[in-house]
C-alpha cells in the first residue's frame, strides 16, 4: 500500500497571502488529521476529518480550514499568512477516528512565511 | 494546551542499555499513543494502548498505563543507534489526540 503522501513538500509565501495542502491518506482510511509542528509549540492539533465531515477542531483561529473529499483526500487552506504560520504540517490518516487508531504520518509540508 | 508531558526532555544513553521515558497527563482518557519522529522515517506509531490495559510490548518496547496516576511510560530495552529519535505520546480525551512536547533521545556509540 501506498503511505500517506502530501504537497507539495515545500513552500515559500509572504506575509498575507494564503496557501493550500494538500494530503492524500492510505488507500481505505477514512480519517484525516492535521498537525501543526513547531520547535517552540510542538505537536499542535488542527483538525480532523472523517467521511468528509470535520469530526474535531484543535485551538487554532478561522484562517486555518480544512475539507476532506468523498475520496478521503483532504486539503488545508491558511489565509491571510502570518510569519508564525512557518512551521512543518503533517497530515496523517487512520481507519477510524485518530484517537482510537494507529495514524499514518504523511512526510509534511514545510511553510516559511517571509 | 497540551496534556500529555514527556519526563524527561531529554536523554543521552550507551548503545545496548535501557531508556526509560514518562508521560503524564491531567484528564480522565481512553487510549494512549506513543509515536517516534526521527528525520529520516517521520512521524511513526509505536503502541497504542487502552484505558482499561496495564501493559503492552511491542519487540523491545514496553509500554505501561497507570491510570490513577495519570501516567504511562515507555521502555526501550538494549538501546540501538537507529532508537535515536524524539519520542511523544499522545492522549485520546473525548476523541481528540493531544500530543506532548517529546522526549529527545540520543544514543551514544
Known amino acids: 500500500k501506498a503511505g500517506v503522501t502530501q504537497t507539495p513538500r515545500y513552500l515559500i509565501k509572504t506575509r498575507g497571502q494564503q496557501v493550500t495542502l494538500s494530503c492524500s491518506p492510505i488507500s481505505g482510511h477514512r480519517s484525516v488529521s492535521w498537525y501543526q509542528q513547531t520547535p517552540g509549540q510542538g505537536l499542535q492539533f488542527l483538525f480532523e476529518?472523517?467521511?468528509?465531515?470535520?469530526?474535531n477542531k484543535g485551538n487554532f483561529p478561522g484562517r486555518f480550514s480544512g475539507r476532506q473529499f468523498s475520496n478521503s483526500r483532504s486539503e488545508m487552506n491558511v489565509s491571510t499568512l502570518e510569519l508564525g504560520d512557518s512551521a512543518l504540517y503533517l497530515c496523517?490518516?487512520?481507519?477510524?477516528?485518530?484517537?482510537?487508531?494507529?495514524?499514518?504520518f504523511g512526510p509534511g509540508t514545510r511553510l516559511t512565511v517571509l | 494546551s497540551q496534556q500529555g508531558e514527556e519526563d524527561p526532555q531529554a536523554l543521552s544513553i550507551q548503545e545496548g542499555e535501557n531508556a526509560t521515558m514518562n508521560c503524564s497527563y491531567k484528564?480522565?482518557?481512553?487510549?494512549l499513543q506513543w509515536y517516534r519522529q526521527n528525520s529520516g522515517r517521520g512521524l511513526v506509531h509505536l503502541i497504542l494502548i487502552r484505558s482499561n490495559e496495564r501493559e503492552k510490548h511491542s519487540g523491545r518496547l514496553r509500554v505501561t498505563l497507570d491510570t490513577s496516576k495519570k501516567s504511562s511510560s515507555l521502555l526501550i530495552t538494549a538501546s540501538r543507534a537507529a532508537d535515536t529519535a524524539s519520542y511523544f505520546c499522545?492522549?485520546?480525551?473525548?476523541?481528540?489526540?493531544?500530543w506532548g512536547a517529546g522526549t529527545k533521545l540520543i544514543i551514544k556509540p
Open positions: 484528564t480522565s482518557i481512553n487510549n
Open positions: 499522545a492522549t485520546d480525551s473525548n476523541y481528540q489526540l493531544i
Open positions: 496523517a490518516s487512520s481507519v477510524g477516528l485518530a484517537g482510537g487508531n494507529e495514524q499514518f
Open positions: 476529518y472523517f467521511s468528509e465531515t470535520q469530526r
